[in-house]
């Protein structure tokens, strides 16, 4: 896949991963299916986690079992021991079965791993998340991840001979089911009828408008009034405007200097220095305001290419 | 995970400063500025829902939280047509969605859930497999039958079919003392639990897979299911050749009954799904997938629990009980799972369990 570079090409991807979810009192709500490579990264921190709280723990165990002597065999183990064995052998069971399943339970739908890359799980019919759905996802672990990894290593020895070479395709089609559908469902999303979602957290930002520039045209630091033509203004779409929003939030002077002088360039106006943000916030300021009275009138400019 | 700062120990301001909603320049700010505070309201009630304490919410927030959530809607529905300002909206966005997960996801918590799933709906998604289970019945005496047969015709089959842990002693031409010896009650339970550990988490492994694999394959789910029938054909070939057929299969019986039904389970949830997936009649394939995954889940929760029965009975009665006793057990084991899955919450009108 080569790597989008036009701004329209981006949105076209990001486009396709959105969704549109009618709710039941009516309202279309916005969704997007989690990329697959956050999924992945979920995953992998997921695993990392499990490992390193089952080896702890065994680690513990191990740890006071250490002081008594180890005997041949199950049946000669005291008894002690042999209760220290139990606990062992049931925690491992239940943390990497019952992992998944316990914090997908959770008010928020995600494991550790989903929460830090914001992801959720949801029900793809819009209906609740049942504790049924959450335990057929997690059930499928095995033939999805376990086994393909484990024939990876083992296939290419050749010891199955052409039987293995089947099995590991076989297994690579599961591997890979999240690559064939364009919900990026696993096979245990299929039959659990779930899907993964972007959850990201956001805070309210400031407005813009009502500080420095943006809000009477005029600099704070020199009282230059800035005040753009139609014409000026409608080289730009909004693409642009969300790009100028951006780099007016993060602040960062020299982003904003090489964003100034770009646009000075482009509408020929003679690129002074020293009030950089002031022309930026009235820019952004009136080409919001043109842009969205535009839109109200239903002509909508997406980007300067438009 | 925020990360600690010395904001944490001073107490928020009750009331922010209300927004100067006249200094915006901009209609869509203007319009942002005067329902800010109840997006940060429900944003709030929405933030101590996900952390879980319920307790902390007053009767208001939780009446409040729908009127709360429909205004967000219908806030994201007007700044859509009406703003271009990409932080507003992406907020209000990723606000109504966590909204939604709230308002629409009443969760019951997993007590709950449990009490439901053993009074019925268990026995329930049972039944409802029923077609399923009698495939995989059928196909597990076919096993069986098929292991005795071809043992009894050429005994070099008993060595290809027996995994070697099992041919210990017990092999073709051994004397009827040296099988006896194998079907021996122990003196004592040392050892016993932690026996029973391992069985369960490998049976439980077991048929997790065969679980997965009937959704996999179908077919290959039924060859597991005959192979392992067919090792248990062979062995009892072997008990009878020297008339310890009725010692055997009280010793099998045992845990028997509830192992051979939960793996019965196991390969029949997966096949359902297969099965489903085949055929998913009026509905469309996703949907019947996910009905049929559903179902099978919960069947699974059964089995895992049903194996836990097993590997109990497995260590304790099996080894310690005598001859009459493991017939017994093992009888009354497998009546009283039928009677739980069959007769048991049949009158009951079924609860929501959508």
């Known amino acids: ?306 | 995970m925020k990360a600690p700062t010395l904001s944490m120990f001073t107490r928020k301001a009750e009331i922010e400063a209300t927004p100067d909603i006249e200094a915006a320049a901009l209609r869509s700010d203007r319009f942002r500025l005067q329902r800010e505070g109840e997006w940060r309201r429900l944003e709030d009630i929405l933030h101590r829902l996900e952390k879980g304490k319920l307790r902390k919410l007053s009767d208001k927030d939780v009446l409040e939280l729908p009127a709360l959530y429909r205004m967000a809607a219908s806030s994201l529905a007007v700044a859509r047509e009406t703003s271009l300002d990409s932080a507003t909206l992406t907020y209000l966005e990723s606000l109504v969605q966590r909204a939604w997960f709230q308002v629409y996801g009443p969760r019951y918590g997993l007590t709950t859930w449990l009490r439901q799933f053993l009074g019925g709906n268990l026995s329930r998604a049972i039944r409802e497999i029923w077609l399923d289970i009698c495939v995989a019945l059928f196909v597990m005496v076919m096993g069986t039958i098929a292991g005795w047969l071809l043992v009894a015709r050429d005994v070099e089959w008993y060595y290809s079919l027996v995994p070697t842990q099992f041919t210990d002693s017990r092999v073709p031409g051994a004397s009827r003392e040296v099988l006896m010896e194998s079907l021996k009650v122990e003196e004592s339970a040392s050892g016993m639990s932690a026996f029973a550990a391992q069985l369960f988490t490998n049976n439980a492994g077991v048929s997790i897979l065969a679980f997965a694999l009937g959704f996999a394959f179908g077919i290959p789910s039924l060859l597991l299911l005959i192979y392992n029938m067919a090792v248990l054909g062979a062995m009892l070939w072997l008990f009878s050749s020297q008339d310890l057929t009725w010692e055997f299969a009280a010793w099998l019986s045992v845990h028997g009954t509830t192992e051979l039904f939960a793996i019965l389970l196991a390969g029949a949830a997966g096949m359902h799904i297969g099965r489903k997936m085949a055929f998913p009649g009026h509905k469309s394939i996703l949907a019947a997938a996910a009905e049929g995954g559903r179902r099978g889940a919960q069947v699974m929760v059964g089995v895992v629990l049903m194996l836990v029965f097993a590997a109990l009975l497995e260590a304790f009665p099996r080894q310690l009980a005598g001859q009459e006793a493991r017939a017994i057990i093992g009888i009354f084991m497998l009546l009283f799972w039928l009677a739980y899955f069959f007769v048991y919450g049949r009158d009951k009108t079924a609860e929501d369990t959508a």
């Open chain 1, 1 to 306: 896949m080569s790597s989008p570079s036009l701004p329209s090409q981006i949105r076209d991807r990001r486009a396709r991963r959105q969704r549109i979810m009618v709710t039941p009192e009516g309202v279309a709500l916005p969704l997007s299916i989690g990329s697959r490579g956050a999924r992945a990264g979920a995953l992998i921190l997921d695993l990392l986690i499990l490992s390193i709280a089952t080896l702890s723990l065994s680690l513990i165990i191990f740890g006071t079992a250490l002081g008594t002597r180890i005997e041949e065999g199950l049946a000669g183990l005291p008894g002690s021991l042999e209760f220290l064995f139990v606990v062992w052998s049931l925690m491992w069971f239940f943390a990497w079965n019952g992992y998944f399943m316990f914090f997908e339970m959770g008010p928020r739908g995600a494991t550790p791993g989903k929460r830090i890359v914001g992801l959720r799980v949801a029900s793809r019919d819009g209906g609740r998340l049942t504790p049924e759905a959450i335990v057929a996802r997690n059930l499928l672990r095995d033939v999805e991840l376990f086994l393909p990894l484990v024939m990876l290593l083992v296939t290419p020895s050749g010891d199955g001979g052409a039987a293995g070479w089947a099995a590991l395709l076989w297994f690579l089609v599961f591997l890979l089911f999240p690559f064939f559908n364009k919900d990026s469902m696993r096979a245990g999303d299929l039959i659990a009828g779930t899907w993964v979602l972007d959850a990201p957290k956001q805070k309210l930002a400031a407005t813009l408008s009502t500080e420095g520039a943006a809000a009477d045209g005029s600099s704070a630091v020199t009282g230059a009034a800035y005040k753009f033509g139609d014409d000026e203004l409608s080289i730009y779409g909004e693409h642009e405007l969300q790009t100028l929003e951006r780099v007016l939030r993060d602040g960062r002077q020299d982003a904003i200097d090489a964003v100034a002088e770009t646009i000075c360039r482009k509408i020929g106006w003679e690129a002074g220095s020293g009030d950089e943000r002031a022309f930026l916030e009235a820019f952004y300021a009136q080409l919001r305001a043109k842009l969205e009275s535009d839109m109200r009138f239903g002509k909508r400019k997406a980007d300067k290419f438009s």
